[in-house]
């Protein structure tokens, strides 16, 4: 079992793995191109392992030497009705994001998944593929899923939540269609599906003022050669480890900061954090930079409305900034937390209370009264790989000594978490 104790030297230079949602599309994407698709960084973590065994398994060869990927894409239609049932593992990406592709395939495919993810809301992809002529049937919502697909018409869908999810899962439903394909949703979400859709050649048409994109069917998609950049979410932990250490000086190199992602970096503004952007550039369509923090006072902010989509997976961590914050800081409009990988307001709000914050969970969010010591506790992570990284985080700022239920979840995003945080520290953890 892993322990952490107080750390004030926080200092080194780091690279973070791949981003997960670029890794995820990447595979798709290449399977349904033309040619061969060539990733450099991807994430060699068990989601995207799923989005590969998958597409492994719809008759796509998919050679991996690490973080270097090698897709041999069988076009549009190239695709084969699986012999098994598709496992997503712990991967709500990989489930929704491949219904869409399901949706347009003249076969029947099942997609199931772990204890987590099939208690996961899947009603949000089978109402919209239900309406372009999918049949599906799950039970209330939830996986197992079987996906009859077949043609489909274009829609013009109207998202009820902000959701990169949702919306790339209609997206690639959309190359199948008769027609063209929209998606509305309240507040944008990433859009990674929209950069590399164009990337491969498929004409992709965005209003982002209306939070709209609209994608033409039957494109021909080329296989492409795709840098992932390192993963802004898997960064977030440093990011605020360097803020909250008393002694910390970091770089974390080559992080993906795409706007619709990168709001934890407004936060921290917000909050008073110090933290420096170097050799800022585009890499495969996607902007990147080294960034540098360092420890800092650290104040109460508010954290609502359209920015909630750009600091989903960052909320956690967020929280556990604010419980080392002079001040309140009130996080809202964040009721999907509620359908991650673990009830995220319920688990941060038992973590937080077991270490001595003062923190009440509300129906879509947190008040955070900061600034109140804390001290080590036993953490119980739900076998949620972004709880467990969160409260390493609270465990360099709190006294004594804090352990974990579980830590190989850290896997499902970022198997090197503990080695990397053990360079920083100059302590080895177990
Ligand atoms: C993701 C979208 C987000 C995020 C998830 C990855 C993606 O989910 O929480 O970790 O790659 O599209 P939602 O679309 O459900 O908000």
């Known amino acids: 079992m892993y322990s952490i104790s107080e750390t004030k030297r926080f200092r080194g230079e780091i690279t973070v793995p791949g981003d997960k949602s670029i890794s995820h599309r990447g595979i798709m994407l290449g399977s349904l191109a033309e040619g061969d698709t060539y990733l450099h960084g991807f994430l060699e973590g068990a989601d995207c392992l799923s989005s590969i065994s998958c597409f492994r398994k719809m008759g796509i060869e998919i050679e991996r030497d690490g973080s270097e990927v090698t897709i041999h894409g069988k076009g549009l239609h190239g695709l084969k ?5 598709l496992d997503a593992g712990n991967s ?14 003249d076969f029947s495919s099942t997609i199931t998944g772990d204890d987590s993810l099939r208690t996961r809301p899947m009603k949000r992809v089978v109402v919209p593929l239900s309406e372009m002529g999918a049949s599906i049937d799950s039970e209330n919502g939830c996986l197992p899923m079987t996906i009859h697909g077949g043609s489909l018409h274009g829609i013009d869908y109207v998202s009820p939540v902000a959701s990169a999810q949702v919306k790339s899962c209609v997206l690639f439903a959309g190359l199948f269609a008769d027609g063209k394909t929209s998606v509305s949703e309240p507040a ?11 990337g491969f050649g498929a004409s992709v048409f965005t209003d982002e003022k209306k939070h709209f994109v609209q994608v033409e069917p039957e494109p021909v998609l080329r296989g492409q050669d795709i840098t992932v950049p390192g993963d802004i979410s898997s960064a977030a932990y440093f990011l605020a480890a360097g803020l909250i250490c008393q002694d910390a000086d970091i770089l974390i190199k080559n992080v993906n900061t795409n706007p619709t992602r990168a709001g ?9 954090g110090k933290i420096t952007y170097h050799n800022r550039r585009t890499v495969s369509g996607e902007d990147v930079a080294d960034i540098e923090v360092m420890s800092s006072s650290l104040h109460g902010t508010v954290v609502s409305g359209d920015i909630i989509p750009a600091l989903i997976d960052e909320l956690p961590v967020i929280a556990v900034m604010a ?22 307001i319920a688990v941060v709000t038992e973590n937080l209370k077991a270490m001595g914050a003062d923190i009440t969970a509300t129906d879509d969010g947190f008040i955070i009264n900061g600034g109140r010591p804390l001290h080590g506790a036993l953490i119980k992570t739900h076998k949620d790989h972004r709880i467990a990284m969160s409260f390493a985080v609270a465990g360099l700022g709190a006294s004594g000594t804090t352990t974990f239920d579980d830590t190989g979840c850290v896997a499902i995003s970022y198997p090197d978490f503990f080695d990397t945080l053990s360079q920083l520290t100059g302590k080895s953890l177990n």
């Open 81 to 85: 009705r699986p012999s098994e049932i």
């Open 188 to 198: 944008i979400s990433r859009n990674h599906t929209e950069l590399m859709l164009r």
């Open 323 to 344: 419980a080392f914050a002079d001040g309140q800081t009130v996080i809202k409009d964040a009721a999907e937390l509620r359908v991650k990988e673990s009830d995220r």
């Open 92 to 105: 709500g990406t990989t489930t929704r994001l491949m219904s869409g592709i399901l949706a347009g395939q």
């Open 264 to 272: 934890i970096l407004k936060v921290i503004e917000q909050m008073g």
